[in-house]
């Protein structure tokens, strides 16, 4: 008998401003739907540790899915004529599309980087609909380090590239194995698209101005980042934490920017007692 | 240090092949001191002192002394640990032609890097 992991993968078809795109879920466990947000020029692949990890399938539905031109979700027909970037308003459209797709009722959202910016959008937007949001490496203010042009021209290798952009946001502690399982997707990432999604990251999804209006008691906030994290620092999310009041913010030591990718053993000693706290609250 | 990086580079094959079509000089700060590396095939044919002011390569990247050594220690203090995050920090910079630098990026990041005990990655 083949031994099979417990991540079931499928595809959904669901609107997103207009088009109808063919899109890649995957799930593990039953109990609160715990939906994961990968990091730009990524994809879902980031989030397989925890879904294997009994002691959160055992109690939450977590569901992933690549974004639309991620991974082996499509990108728009006509993509061929459109420079892709994704701004605040596309991606919060797109998920809520995906949870009203998947009719997912108060989930939690936890995303990594750019997803764990989307997250503190949504809960100041949307409040009652989520029973608590994790923002994994995600501030509400960065500052960009380089030029994302180099993402993307002909005579740069653009999976390398992207590859090297990222590598030092690995932590030098972390195990060999997956800083380069980490990589390897992201020099799989399709042309043009982290530098898309950068868009977001660096410039379309700063509001530091408005994160003080998130009110963390209709829905709770949790920031998690990591020591060696160049561009979410320790610093920019305990400004953040700062400003959205009753949030619960902690620092991983030893830990990079893709935590639940780079690190899933030490991930899991910080991710377990926030799963377990929002369980307990609900 | 960075005068036996030709030790630590040229018995990584891995690292070799990944600089392979590399057939050119660099220039490496530290501190005061200006190093000329020469790179050949991914293999470093030599480093030497700057001599004249003319001496260059496609790319320099400067950091004060102290924070290449603690590029170069072990298990390197946050924004010290990378190129790339020294930068962004404001620890190093680069300039000059960065396209090479770009097309290789890992490999220069990972040549630099072969100066740490038990390198980083590997």
């Known amino acids: 008998m083949p031994t099979f992991e417990p991540i079931v993968g499928r595809y959904i078809s669901m609107v997103v401003a207009g088009d109808t795109m063919r899109i890649y879920v995957e799930e593990a466990g039953s109990g609160i739907p715990l939906v994961c947000l990968h990091t730009a020029g990524s994809d879902s692949r980031q989030f397989r540790h925890l879904m294997t990890d009994p002691s959160i399938t055992d109690h939450y539905r977590v569901l992933t899915f690549d974004l639309p031109w991620h991974g082996k979700s499509n990108p728009p027909i006509g993509w061929r004529e459109i420079e892709y970037k994704l701004t605040t308003g596309l991606y919060k459209e797109t998920v809520v599309a995906f949870c009203q797709a998947m009719e997912l009722n108060q989930p939690v959202i936890m995303g990594c980087s750019m997803g764990g910016r989307i997250v503190l959008h949504l809960a100041l937007e949307y409040p009652d609909d989520y029973r608590a949001v994790i923002a994994l490496e995600g501030a509400d203010r960065l500052k960009p380090y380089y030029d994302t042009d180099w993402l993307h021209r002909p005579d740069v290798n653009g999976g390398e590239v992207a590859a090297g952009f990222v590598s030092g946001q690995i932590a030098p502690q972390s195990p060999s194995e997956y800083r380069w399982e980490t990589l390897w997707a992201y020099m799989q990432g399709g042309p043009g698209v982290f530098k898309g999604d950068l868009y977001f990251y660096w410039v379309d999804g700063h509001f530091d101005d408005r994160s003080v209006q998130i009110d963390t008691t209709r829905c709770p906030v949790y920031l998690l980042s990591g020591e060696y994290d160049s561009s979410c620092t320790p610093e920019r999310t305990r400004d953040t934490a700062e400003r959205i009041k009753g949030s619960k913010a902690v620092v991983m030591k030893g830990m990079g920017h893709f935590p639940m990718s780079e690190n899933p053993a030490l991930f899991r000693e910080h991710i377990l007692p926030v799963l377990k706290e929002i369980r307990v609250n609900n | ?122």
């Open chain 2, 1 to 122: 240090m960075i005068e036996k990086l030709a030790d630590y580079v040229n018995n990584n094959h891995a690292l070799v092949r990944q600089g392979r079509f590399i057939n050119y000089s660099i220039l490496v700060g530290v501190g005061e001191t200006d190093f000329i590396i020469r790179i050949d095939g991914g293999r470093v044919t030599g480093v030497r002192h700057r001599q004249l002011n003319i001496d260059s390569g496609r790319f320099a990247i400067r950091a004060p002394t102290e924070i290449w050594e603690e590029f170069w220690r072990p298990m390197p203090k946050r924004g010290h640990h990378d190129l790339f995050s020294m930068m962004a920090a404001g620890l190093a910079q680069i300039d000059g032609d960065l396209l090479p630098f770009m097309q290789n990026l890992q490999y220069f990041k990972d040549l630099l890097g072969a100066l740490r005990p038990a390198s980083i990655g590997n």
